[in-house]
């Protein structure tokens, strides 16, 4: 009014008017779930009957009102009914600095250029991880590297399983337990990701299928199924543990799918031989439901990898080499001898026997309240492993000795909060235990000279 009465000063509130013919900014937007099936001018017919309301409404949060509120609104007034049953709302790719990525700042990364570099679905699953719950990202190249990567693993995952040779012979106890457990990991999975998308948490599951393939399948399956080389040359996988291997991989495909659309069609068609017209798109997965066999089985399998993982570290520290068998002691009992198959090809173990007292020359690794011991004989020095233990000895007697003196103080025990003071009697009993264990170790080695 004030701008028109500077211009006209005879102009006054009567002579406003509003435009008649003037349409919100959105307003053709509102009515998109309607119009989409022709709900305005043909009301009532066959589309629209079908698709709406539909489920679901995916979206970015910062057009809520200007959009997903109008066409709520504009759903009760034209048809009754709201236009769709749940929102999704996505996080917004922001630049390294935060800015929401816009044509006008020019801080958009050109997507045909990262799917040239990274592939479609490196592009696509590098995002979704990095986009939990709608939350924002900040857009870096590293995302898009991370689905490369993956990409990468599965396809020589394939290039591995269909490059093993077959052969109809009696199936390995440690093919038997693998392929036993990976069904129960299987099952497992599937149900957390069905949870994980009835919740819309999409980025878990991918997450969720993620670990499934790379670390459990490629990392730990495939290594206890591989068949062994003999003087160079591979040796064949029975015929029963490779039927059972490629069953599991169309399987880790159908569930990768939703989020890696390309090489799963891709690495589905050649899994098998297919008819024309078949795709991945069209088949279904349902699994049965994961039962208490399956966890405990899995539970199970959990502490067979730490054996493993304990054998492998002592390997590590004592420069042993992968191909160097060893020998493994249970020390008290062995409640995993079921497993035996798999610990001694997964570690190269070509013995596990239980003992009342471990090996004087061994390394030993706890296991919950399971000791394991590896002995090692003439494959350390000595010496040098006296020395070593020597050295960590006298340091674990000057951090005890600092411990003590913190203790022996009355003032810090009586101030100090009681989170703190059970934290540093933790410390000493852990000390005392740890100088205690290596003592008898350096005397049992010194008796072997």
């Not at 917004?92 to 799917?115: Q, T």
């Not at 077959?166 to 990701?193: C, H, M, N, P, Y």
């Not at 991989?249 to 799963?264: D, G, Q, R, V």
Request: net charge negative; proline share 4%; hydrophobic share 45%.
């Amino acid at each position: 009014m004030k701008l028109a009465q500077q211009k006209n000063p005879a102009v006054t509130d009567a002579d406003l008017r509003q435009d008649e013919d003037a349409l919100d900014t959105w307003f053709s937007s509102w009515l998109w779930p309607i119009s989409l099936f022709d709900g305005i001018n043909n009301p009532g017919n066959e589309e629209i009957k079908y698709y709406y309301p539909t489920a679901d409404l995916v979206t970015g949060p910062d057009i809520i009102f200007f959009w997903v509120a109008r066409m709520i609104m504009a759903g009760y007034e034209y048809i009754g009914d709201m236009p769709f049953r749940n929102v999704y709302f996505t996080g917004i790719v922001r630049d390294k600095l935060g800015r929401k990525m816009s044509k006008s700042l020019g801080n958009s990364p050109d997507p045909i250029e990262l799917i040239e570099k990274f592939g479609a679905d490196g592009v696509r699953m590098g995002m979704m991880l990095s986009a939990p719950a709608g939350n924002d990202i900040l857009f870096d190249e590293s995302l898009c590297e991370q689905g490369r990567n993956f990409n990468n693993k599965i396809w020589n995952a394939f290039r591995l399983v269909k490059g093993w040779k077959v052969a109809d012979i009696e199936q390995s106890e440690a093919g038997r337990i693998a392929t036993a457990w990976f069904e129960a990991k299987l099952r497992q999975t599937a149900a957390e990701v069905d949870d994980l998308f009835k919740k819309y948490r999409i980025s878990e599951a991918l997450m969720a299928v993620y670990k499934l393939f790379w670390d459990e399948f490629s990392s730990w399956y495939l290594e206890m199924v591989k068949p062994a080389y003999i003087n160079g040359e591979p040796q064949p996988i029975d015929k029963q543990t490779y039927e059972k291997t490629l069953e599991f991989f169309e399987i880790l495909l159908k569930m990768l799918h939703p989020f890696m659309p390309f090489i799963t069609e891709e690495l589905w068609q050649h899994l098998y031989d297919r008819k024309d017209g078949e795709s991945i798109m069209r088949v279904s997965l349902t699994l049965p439901a994961p039962t208490a066999a399956d966890d405990e089985l899995a539970a199970q399998i959990e502490n067979v990898k730490q054996i493993v993982s304990g054998v492998r570290m002592v390997r590590s520290q004592k420069n042993i080499a992968p191909k160097e068998a060893l020998s493994l002691q249970a020390v008290g009992q062995n409640r995993f001898e079921a497993f035996n198959a798999v610990i001694q090809k997964m570690a190269n173990v070509n013995a596990i026997e239980v003992v009342a007292e471990k090996d004087a020359t061994s390394s030993a690794f706890m296991i919950g309240t399971d000791e394991f011991a590896v002995p090692l004989g003439k494959l350390i020095d000595v010496d040098a492993e006296i020395e070593k233990m020597e050295a960590q000895l006298q340091h674990l007697e000057g951090f005890l000795a600092g411990v003590k003196k913190k203790l022996s103080n009355e003032r810090f025990v009586q101030n100090a909060p009681e989170q703190v003071v059970a934290m540093e009697r933790k410390k000493q009993s852990d000390s005392e235990e740890k100088i205690a264990a290596l003592k008898e170790s350096i005397a049992a080695l010194k008796a072997q000279k």
